[in-house]
Structure formats: structure tokens, C-alpha cells
């Protein structure tokens, strides 16, 4: 061994530095690959495991964290269980062997469906699909197949009742572009949609019929000549009030209004549509196809109704006209909605005698059968009509970071994604319900809500992981300088140097037992501060970075928009830029003014009554600084809150002006009386003189807000000065007297003696104050939240919900707890930290505690 | 009260040139007697004459001077400057005394008994007695003031040099002086009267006009017990206080001791990592502490919230009391290592009795921290907690969120500002007292956090 060691170290000396050098960090990098392997290969073993076991620590965490050796199943976000494959193989053993089955089994097939002919689709499915073997698998596929084959897309014409099949594949969401062919009819269709659902609106004499453009807008189409749009204005005795489009100068007409059944009806010819309207009492039926200048309301008796006319049922009920045929076709999309119900797949032979199958299990006691099991089946049958949904949704739940990574793997994937899917909500199966439960088992079921990928929860455990690694991570540096810088030594020590350091390892673990102490005593607060101080200003400042905001964003997914909400500061256009740009900048300035003038009035106030306080004619000072020390010593939210009261347009202070007679001024000079709406005209010197209409509106003037910041600072000075004046106070009575008589001896007079002694040395002691008191006053949420509440004219959204009187702190405040605009509120906590942060840092930079260490 | 504002234009006027006859008749007595004084004549007879207005004056400048004096003493006096001085000064004096009159007779009266105190005290002091006794004594109307004039000289001083105490300056100094200082004291004290009286009004959902209401009850106080969750509020505060008090001054008091007396790798990072930190404003994190709250099911549990107070405490405080450990001296350490003392006994049988004030003044600034505090209280628990229904929402508000419902009137608890004053004097007041008690410490301790660190 020790010729070796010669060897090598005969060969180190030959050796170039660089090289050298290079060992060194390959060392150290060995240590960053496998912790402790850099000290293994310094030859200190006892280290080398001590930094490894953390390495496994760290592994382990992940791994234990994790899902890593489990098979992540997309499906068991759904409810209940799957029906298992001996269900599926009992189904089809009935079906094909109903002879076997015991008597007691009652099922009858329907008499319309050919025997022969019944079921060998299914069981060609399986013998193709499963080599005969049934399973669940293979039946919820074919039922799937089954209905989606035996409803395809559809055009029923009403008057010919022959139906033209649009698309008979398996149907996507988008219906129209499939075949080349079919697109221009449906197109051509499309544009003459009525849903009958809604009412018909018929003008007064009967020359053409209206529908309600949509539910939003107050315009009328008229359904034989879309492009023909006239006005609503007036709902005022349930009547339409039609205005010329080309010429809205045209006395308008107004229409009365018919209640209309949506019942159609077919005359016994077979040539025209019938649209049944009541008229109170009296039943009209219109053609809803003739030439518009020729319709006419005809009774039934007119029209024959009986046996030469039969109505006409729909089952979608929306109908497609084809004005220039005249004809008139029942578009049938099983997946549409008409007033908010599924149209719905029907029933097919196959689909029936599953239902009955399905019946009789449910209704038999002793299965335990449960509704759940029932809505996982139907939505699983759903996905297997929507292969691409079926896709989506089994890549949005097996994935791999959310569903199986370890807290450290998942923490960074998190952060960098903010998590990938939005929550699903999966109501479309409820289109099948109809066609394959007859039990009434799932008379409602639900639509399914199953959560995303929460971005808020994404980013907070992501940034717990983070955190978390962030000191495995400072370990493990330590371990890579420690490899690196042993290896050095080693290489410089001589023979027996190099033993002794290698038995310093006993010594290092000592200092480093020593140094657990400190650790140990530090560690709670280390948590504390790393979960509950670092990472929620992490997560506040990332947020800022990210689309959230809106009331659904907590429970949503949203993503990383990188400066964009910074950028809607400056950019008054965009996005929540038309909101929040021009408001920020306001609240921004009144932020300002406020923090400089509530501070300079306090500081002031309380420095000129410190004087008063402290002059020669003051006896019992005690007692009138007890007296004046009052609104310190009373909680600041109290007071606040008392004043808002006191100053409410209905409140003590009013009613007090009135009793002295101020108000009867007031309102003479003008300033009190005028109506609200004359206030709003005011402008200039009026406009600022305006106090209220009937009462001083003290925090709610909406006309004048300059006044209600006035208000506010002057209140303010209420709550503040005594701070100050008992502060300085303090500092006058500590200057050295003799300070004053050696003035007075050079012939200084009273006012030299205060501008050169007392000011300079109360203003010296008291500025850090000041400063303090600045960015205090700058985030003086409680002064404006509870005496103002922000107001006047605060909560509009088109200017960012932000008051008069709202400062940056209490705009954010409102923002994240009553409007849920995350993002920007983030964006104005972090503006406000630039300043606040800076102020507060520079101000304890100069401490002397910060200079010692 | 009475309407200030009736006044016309004939009575202003009228007021205006009384005042202004007062001011000048005043102006010439007051110089008469100054004018007496520089001449050095016997000034028992120069006070007679100088009521009788002109004549007054003239014999004062026809006595000859008792000694040789300066010809521009006299023209000093009469110079018009001078005069005009001495004119506003009365102006002042009568002006302020007749409106603080007309306002109200007790703020008058107010006025007139303490600049009488305040003379008597400058008196006293001239005569060398205490000032105090002579401010105690000039309490008592008038003859407060007789009493003091005739308190024994204890050092020998001229009659004269007592009565340069009451010249015009003084008194008009003194009369503004007390005109602020009272009507200060009333801007201050009258919100809080009115909170008194707010609490025994037993007005639900109107404001109280009155100061005092007119049929006083405790009804407010009992509705707050019987009928709102005034009781829970109040233990919940009071239990995030205790626990945010001794959890936190526990963990910092720790803290700081190693940081300020251990040596350890981090440290340096350590400190700066909290110095960074405590510069960061506490609500940054307001919507992490809300989603923290969620997924650990803490959403509308006071108890919770103690954590992070804790939280938001710890750098700042830290620093605080690592700043003053680091002044007591580091040889009582060394003496007790000699001693063979290990890290735990220097600590608690040195370090901490030392520390006892600052830890003190943590442990109240953290114990008063989450009665006053709304932010957090009115964003994370006014939404029910895990299990419980909306409406047990209001039994889980902290005493600033119950009260401000109770005036701004919340989804859960109505509008009652008679039960909202009552509510704010429970807890106002006892903290009110403590802070007056203790309001000297308080203020040093802001001063030394301040300046020194």
C-alpha cells in the first residue's frame, strides 16, 4: 500500500497544476453526484457515510413522497367501482342462452325486432375483438358502438318524414365539417334556425314572424328574413315596439304579444307547417312557411284541425327551416341541449336489453349494486364514444409529476407548470342515461366535478418542496466544499499531516456535535420562518407573475404570464390594463400625498404641542399630557372605527354643526343644499366647496373628493400627534439645561433658543421616526379601511374597484378578499414592498445592532 | 347647545369696536406703567394715576426721573411699533376671553382658573416657594391667587418684580397657552365621552346623536353577551394572544441568544436572511396564507392564526433583542464557561434575567399584536371552518372583525353600534389604562428600537 501511495504521490508532483486542480473539483463533483463520494475518496469514510445517509435521506423523501412503484389508474378520479367481468359474461350468457337460464328470468324481447337478427353484432364483436371472452371491457365498448351507430346525426324532414342522415361516424364536437357535402346544406340550413323552445313574437297584422336574436340583446329577427332586424325597445305592457332598421325616423310599430305553444302541425296534404299561437282564449294556427305578405292566422276550423291535421312531435324540439324548398327538417344531434336539457341518445334493441338487465340487477336484493357504480359505467360508455375525451382525460389524470412524483420532483414541476389541466366537469354523459337505464336508478345523476390541478395548491407545495430541497441543497454544498478543499489539503500535507488530517474527522464531528446546539435551538424558528414567513411572501410575489384572478381562479388552473401584469400598469388598453392602468396611478398619487401630509401634519402637530406642552406657563404637565397622550394609548382600530361613526353624513359631528348653527351658514354660503345632481355640474372653487346635499358628507362626498382627503388627514392628526408629542416631549426634557443657560449668557433670545437648540436637536433624535412614520402612514390600512372604507365611489370595476381615498394597502387588501383579482393585487404587494422594503432596510442598515454583525 | 352662528352684522361690529376700546384703554394704562417703571418713580402712586387714561400718562412724563436714565428708554416705550405691540397683545387677550366666553362659560372659566394657577405658580416661584404650591393654590378662584400673593418671601425680592410677572406678554401667552391646550384636551376627550355614551344608548342601528343619551342603560353590554358571540370573540383573541405571546417569545428569545452569542456556520447568512425578511411587509403573503390555511383544513380557526403572527414576528424581533443581548457583556459568559457552565445554564442563569426587559417588551408587543389586528382575522376566518355551517361563521371572529361587523354591519352579524361601543370599552379600555401606565417604557422602548437598535 504505502509504495503505492509513493508512487502516486511521485506522480501528483510531476504533474501540472492544472491537473491538479482538476482532481480536485472531480473530487468535489463526485461529492455533488453521490454525497460523500468526494470523501471517500479523500479516504474519510466516517464522513463519507455521514454525508451519504443525508443523500439517502434526501432519495428517500422523494421516493416515500412519491407513488413511484405504483400503476396510476386515469378512472379512479371517478365514482364507485366497475362492474366486473363476470357481469358482463351473466349479460351475455342471457342474451344467447336464454334457454339456460333459470325460469325465474322474465325478460321478453320487444316483438318489433327481428330474432334472428338481434344480437349478432355483439357477439361478432366479441368473437372479433375478445376471441370469445367477454369482459367488462369489450361490453361497454360495444355499447358504445351500439348507440353511437344507431343515432347518428340526423335531418328529419317534417313534411316528406324521411330522414337524411348528415354523419354516421362517431361524432366529434364539431358536427358540420365532416363531409364536404353535407357542409353546405347544413350551412345553408343553420341560417334559418328556429328553437321553437323560445317564443315567437308575431307583428300585428300577421305579416311576419319574430324571434328573440338571442337571450341578451333586446333584438328581433325575423325568422323568414334574418337580415331584417328590428328594434326592442319598450317591455312595458308586454308589447315589442319594432323600429324600421333602414329608417329609424318611422313611427314605430308596436306588436302585441301571442303566447306561442311551439306546437306544430301538419295539414292533411302534407304541404304545410302549422304553428299553433293562442290569443287568449282563442286558438290561431299559421303557416309558417306561406309567402310573408299572405300570412294570415287561421282557426282550426279553417284549417281543418282533426282528422286532416295531426301534430307534428318533435324531439328535439329545434327545427331547421329551409325557407326556399319549403320544407322543413327536425335536426336530431343526440348531444345537443334545447332549454337546457340533453336531446338525448335513444334507446336501441341492444341498449334495451342491457337497461332490463341492468333493471333487474339493481331491483334484486342482495346486489350491492351502487348509484355510483352506475354513473362510472355511463361515463366510461360515454368516453368510448368520445375517444378523443376519453384520451384527454387519461392523459390529464395519469400524470406523472402530479400523480406519482415524490415531493421534490413534484415541487419543481410545480413551480415551473403551475399544474397542467383545469378541472373537469363531466355532465355530457347524462346524454345516455335515457337509453340505457329504464330502472330509474339514475333519475338525476350528477354532473361529475372532478378537480385539476389546483394552481394555488400546485405552487404552494411546489414551493414547500423547493424550500425543503433548498436546504438538503445548502448540505450538500457544504459536503462538495468540504471534498474539495480536504482533497487540497491532502495533496499539499505531508506523510504525517495527511494522518492527522484524516483523524481530524473525529474533531470535526465534534465541532459539529458542539455546533447542534445552536441548530437544535434555531431549528423551530427555521421552520416557522421558512413556512410561514418566507414561503407565503415566495408565493405573493410569484403570484404576481401569474394569470390568477376571479373568484374560480383558487380552485383553478392558471398559468405564468410573465410581466404582462406589470405591463397593464402602463398599457391602458388592454386586458386589466382598462381597469387597473389609469386607477393605479391615482391611487398611486393619493398614496403619496397621503403618506407626506398625514406625516407631516402628525410630526408637526405633535411637535408644536410638545412645545405648548413643555413652555414655562404650563403647570401640572403631567396632567395635561396624560390628558392629550389619550388617543395614543386608545387601540388605533378602535378609534378609527369610532370616528367613522362620529363622522357618518348622519352622525354625531353633523348634528352637533347643526346645533351651533354652522349649517344654516352653510347653506347660505351654498356650500350645503344642492341636489346630488346639481352637484355633479359643480366645477372649480364650487366644486371644492361642496360638502353634501342635505348633511356634510364627510367620508362620502362622491362630487368632492379633494374634501374627503382632507377630512381624512385632519382626523388623522387626531390619532397621530400625541405619539409624537409625547416623543418629543421626551427629547426636550432630556436636552441639557445648560445648554439653554449658556445660550442665554451669549444673549440669545427665546426664538434663538428654539431654532437653534430645541429644533435642530428634536428634529436630530426624532427623524429615523419620521422616516418609520412615512412608510407607516404609506401602509396605513387601518385609517382608511375603517374610517373610509376606501370611499367614496369605491368598489366601480371600471376603475379597478379602487376608492377616493383608497391607498395601494387597502386597494390590495380589497382586491384579494372581496373581488378576487390576485394577480394584480400581488403586483401592487410587491410595488408596495420595493418601496416599504427599501425605506425600512436603509433605515436599519444605519442601526447600530446591524453594524455590530 | 347654543347657536354660535346667530350673530349680525351690527352686533360683530358693535363687538369689534368694544374690543377695540378695551385693547387701546388697556394699551395706555399698560404703557403708563411701563413708562413709570423705566422712570424708576414710586410706582404704588404710578399704578393710581395710570387708570385715569391721558392724564395718567402725562404725569407720568412730567415726574422727573428718579435717577439718570437713557432718553431712548422712554422713546423705546413710545415708539409706535412699540404701541402697536402692546395693542394686538390686549386685542388678544380680550378677543380670545370674550369668544372662549361666548362659546361656553366652562371653557372660559376653564381658561381663566389655570392661567390664574399658572400666574400664581410664576409668582411662587418668584417669591422662591415651590411653583407648584403656588399652581395648586391658584386653582381656587381668586382667592387661590390672594393666598399665593401673600405667601412669605423666602429670598428677598422687590413687590415690584412680583407684579412684572402678570405684564401683558404673560397674559396673553398664558391665555392662548390654556385657549389650545384645554380646547385640545376637549377635541380629545370628547370621542371618547361620546364612546361612553354611544355604549349606554342602547341604539341598535341608528347612530347616537347625543354625547350622553338621555335614559343611559347597561342593555348594550348584556346584548353583547346574550345575544352575539361577544364572549367567544374575546377567548379567541385572547387565546391567539397568549399562544402567538408564548410560543413566539419563546422561539425568538432562543433564537436571538444563539444568534447574538453563538458561533455556528450560517450565521452571518442567518441574520442577514431575517434582516431581509422583516422587511417585508407581513400581507404579501396574505393570499399563500389563505391557500396554506386550506389545505391543512385551517380556514376559520382562531387558533391557527397564532402561527403566523408567530411567523411574521420572528425577524423582526430578533433583531431586536439580539441587539440588545449583544450590550451586556460578554466576560459574565466567559466567567460562567471558566465556571464550567454549558450554553443552556449561561442561559438561563445570565443571559435571560439580564434580558428581562426587552423580552418583555416583545412578549407585550406580540400579545397585543392579534387583538388589534384585522387583516388576517377578517380574510381567513370568515369562512366556515372545515365541518362547521355558514352560520357558526360569527363564533369564529376575533374581537376587531366582530366589532367592525358590528358597525359596518357584516353578512352575519347586523348592525349595532350601541353593542359595538359597549364591545370596544371592554376591550379598549383595559389596554387604554395600560398603555397610559405604562406609557413612559413604551415610549423609551420605541426611542431605543429606533435610534440605537
Known sequence: MEDINKDSKQNKKNQPTWSKEIKHILVGLASLLIWGLGQVFNRQYIKGLFFFVFFVGLLFTEYATGKYNQVIDPYRYLPGTD?????????????????FTSEDYSYELPDYIPEEERFVDFGQYIEENGQGVVSMDLLTKFIAKDLVDHNPVRMYSLIEESTAIVKNQLRSSDLYYDNPE?????????????????????????????QKKDALTSEYVNIKDPSDIIIYLSTENNTITAYDKDDLSKTPIVFPQYKLTGDLYLDSLKANIYLRILDGSTTYYTDIFNDPYDHTLLTASVLGVGPTTKPITLQTRSVYLDRNAHVVYELFDPETTVQSLYVGYHTTEFSSLFAEYLGGLYSTAGYSYKETDMQRFLIKVYFEMHPDLKQQFEIDFSNFFYEQAGIFVKGFWGVITLGEHSPWSINEYQTIVDALDTTGVSTYLPSLEIRGHISTLVLLDGLIGVLLLVYFIIFMIWGVIDAYMVSKKLELASEKDKNDLLKSTKEYFKTVYEEGFEYIVLSPAIFVITFISIMPILFGFLIAFTSISGNKSLTENFSWVGFNNFIYLFDFTNGLGEQFGVAFWNVLLWTTIWAFFSTFTVFFGGFFQAVILNSEHVPFKKFWRTILILPWAIPGLLSQMVFSVMFNEYGFINELLRSIGLYDRLFELGWLGKTAAEAQQLIGLDKLLYLGSDNIQWFSNPVNPTFVRVTLIVVNIWLGFPYFMALMSGVMTSIDKTLYEAARIDGADKNQLFKFITFPLVMYSTAPILIMTFSGNFNNFGVIYFITGGGPNAGEAFRGYAGDTDILISWMYKLTVNYSIYNMASVFSVLIFIFVGSVTAWNLTRTRAFKED | MRNLFSLTEIELVSFAIILLIVAAYSTLVSLTTELAQVKLVDMKKARKISWIPFFGLFEILRIPAASKIHPTEIANVLKISHIFKVLFRFILIFGVASITLYINWIYFALIAIFVQSSLSADIADKKGQKPIQGAILGLIPIVGFILTLKLPNKKTIEQESIWYVTRSEVWASKIIVFAEIIGLSVIVIVPVIYIFGMAASNQQSSIPVDIWPKVPTIDAFIFLFDELDFGQWYLNTLTIAVVDMVVGTVLITGASYVFARGKFRGKKTGLLALFVLQSFPSFMGLLAMYVLFEKFGLLGRPLALSILYIGGAIPGNIWLIKGYLNQITKELDEAAIIDGANKLQIFFQIILPLSVPIISFVAVGMFMGPWMDYMLPGYLLNVPAA???????????????????????GAYVAKNYAAFAAGALIVGVPITVLYMVFQRYLIEGIMAGSTKG
Open chain 1, 83 to 99: 362492474y366486473s367481468d363476470i357481469f358482463a359474461t351473466n349479460f351475455y350468457t342471457r342474451i344467447y342462452q336464454k334457454e
Open chain 1, 182 to 210: 353535407d357542409t353546405a346544406a347544413i350551412t345553408a340550413l343553420n341560417e334559418n334556425k328556429v328553437i321553437l323552445s323560445q317564443q315567437l313574437y308575431h307583428n300585428e297584422d300577421y305579416s311576419a314572424l319574430y
Open chain 2, 387 to 409: 365541518g362547521a355551517a355558514i352560520a357558526d361563521i360569527p363564533s369564529q371572529y376575533t374581537l376587531a372583525v366582530g366589532l367592525f361587523q358590528l358597525i359596518n354591519g
